[in-house]
């Protein structure tokens, strides 16, 4: 899905709202993959913030609802996972 919506996305929607997207698609992809780079959390983390802010900016409020702004903590759960991985 994280692949397929850009494609699908590609000349239906104006630009700005296609790039957020886009982005969004990008930054699930980067969290989903089999090997997460520790070093890069920080940066996907910000994106993150980044990313809702435009959704924000381009669909209207009631968009916004709690299972999109969990999107914000999954990068700090994949810390937390992580941190207890090595531990153990």
Do not use: W
């Amino acid at each position: 899905m994280q692949q397929l919506l850009v494609v699908a996305i590609q000349d239906i929607l104006p630009n700005k709202v296609r790039h957020a997207i886009t982005r969004l698609c990008f930054f699930l992809n980067a969290i989903c993959s089999k090997v997460i780079d520790p070093v890069k959390l920080d940066e996907l983390e910000n994106e993150a913030t980044i990313i809702l802010c435009q959704l924000e900016m381009y669909f209207p409020p009631s968009f916004s609802d709690i299972m999109v702004h969990l999107i914000v903590h999954l990068v700090r759960e994949i810390k937390l996972c992580g941190t207890q991985l090595s531990d153990t």
